[in-house]
């Protein structure tokens, strides 16, 4: 079953805008992470925060993270055509650090 | 530092048919996953090793796909008899040992399609 949901489905920006994603989960975790899917490639890892985090920040992403709401969030400033993509927030199942479950993803469209 | 190697990248077969994919994960990498991803969707865990043991494959439909990791470095995943719900893209992953464990590294994938 899927554990994290991303929204919107869908975004579409001009460069320079901030693009803001949110991902709602149902479990308690012990970490969260993003990653981003560029069209016809694999996953490449951008952010992992834990869950006694709230905030953590990578070049111009940041993540936040409410335990009490089950929510994340990633925020990119500035963003660029090359921030084109689909985002996945994936989340451990429950016993395990380590088998991820990944949501269906937000794509991000950037505009020259 | 070479990535994860995955071929092939594209194959088209017809259902009934069988296909091999492989994977070669990053050097020192102990964990070695299969993903499935179908269009529009998230990758979804098919198997998990640590090592050439399997960990985790309780997704895998035993009937049909079979995955070994022999010498505990690349590792194959078949499909036989393939079906047209099969048609995804085939990920694989591998994170380091240690308390990096939990970052996974994707290769490029294989893009399935079956006719």
């Known amino acids: 079953s899927q554990q994290g949901e991303e929204d919107p489905q869908a975004l579409s920006i001009q460069e320079g805008e901030n693009a803001t994603m949110n991902c709602s989960y149902k479990t308690s975790i012990n970490n969260l992470q993003w990653y981003r899917q560029n069209s016809g490639r694999g996953l490449v890892h951008l952010i992992l925060i834990r869950s006694n985090e709230r905030e953590k920040h990578s070049g111009r992403l940041r993540v936040t993270l409410d335990t009490s709401k089950k929510s994340s969030s990633l925020l990119i400033t500035a963003s660029r055509a090359a921030d084109t993509a689909s985002y996945f927030c994936?989340?451990?199942?429950?016993?395990?650090?380590?088998?991820?479950?990944f949501g269906k993803g937000t794509l991000l469209t950037v505009n020259p | 530092e070479a990535g994860v190697a995955q071929s092939p990248r594209y194959k088209i077969i017809e259902k009934r048919q069988s296909v091999a994919f492989w994977c070669n994960p990053i050097s020192g990498h102990a964990t070695l996953y299969w993903y499935q991803q179908i269009l529009g969707q998230g990758p979804k865990l098919l198997i998990q090793?640590?090592?050439?043991?399997?960990?985790?494959d309780s997704q895998l439909p035993k009937d049909r796909f079979s995955a070994e990791r022999l010498k505990g470095v690349d590792s194959t995943l078949k499909i036989q008899p393939a079906k047209l719900e099969d048609s995804a893209v085939y990920l694989c992953?591998?994170?380091?040992?240690?308390?990096?464990?939990?970052?996974?590294?994707f290769g490029p994938g294989t893009r399935l399609l079956v006719l």
């Open positions: 090793f640590q090592n050439n043991g399997v960990v985790d």
């Open positions: 994936a989340t451990p199942e429950r016993g395990s650090n380590y088998k991820l479950t």
């Open positions: 992953a591998s994170s380091p040992p240690g308390r990096n464990q939990e970052t996974q590294y």
